[in-house]
């Protein structure tokens, strides 16, 4: 069972930059869609970024298109998500997700993800 581990949240200052990684066990990663999500304190779990099994494709949400960017490293088991001007209301956990099926190539909503990493803490002062 692949699974997922996020890590390189942290506290920042807003204007700041932070990058996160989702490492994964297991071989097949690189056929996998990965996508970000996060849940800010009292609000649902939102679509961040995704990005197809290749790194060909990317999509982002308004709320952080042209300030972030989801990468990927197939041959280190590694996704990556470089977060720049950040705003206080970047705040949440942050989770790294895996679409096994390949259905479709780069789902923005969260049940078509079923690999689900515990997420990484993203604290953005003011």
């Known amino acids: 069972q692949v699974q997922l581990i996020e890590s390189g949240g942290g506290l920042v200052q807003a204007g700041g930059s932070l990058r996160l990684s989702c490492a994964a066990s297991?071989?097949?990663?690189?056929?996998?869609?990965i996508g970000w999500f996060r849940q800010g304190p009292g609000r649902q779990r939102e679509f961040v970024a995704t990005?197809?099994?290749?790194?060909?494709?990317?999509r982002y949400s308004n709320a952080v298109s042209g300030r972030f960017t989801i990468s990927r490293d197939n041959a280190k088991n590694t996704a990556y998500l470089q977060m720049t001007s950040l705003k206080p209301e970047d705040t949440a956990v942050y989770y790294c997700?895996?679409?096994?099926?390949?259905?479709?190539?780069?789902?923005?909503?969260?049940?078509?993800?079923?690999?689900w990493g515990q997420g990484t803490q993203v604290t953005v002062s003011s």
């Open positions: 997700a895996a679409d096994t099926s390949g259905v479709v190539p780069a789902p923005l909503e969260d049940y078509e993800y079923d690999l």
């Open positions: 297991g071989e097949t990663f690189s056929s996998y869609v």
């Open positions: 990005i197809t099994w290749g790194g060909t494709g990317t």
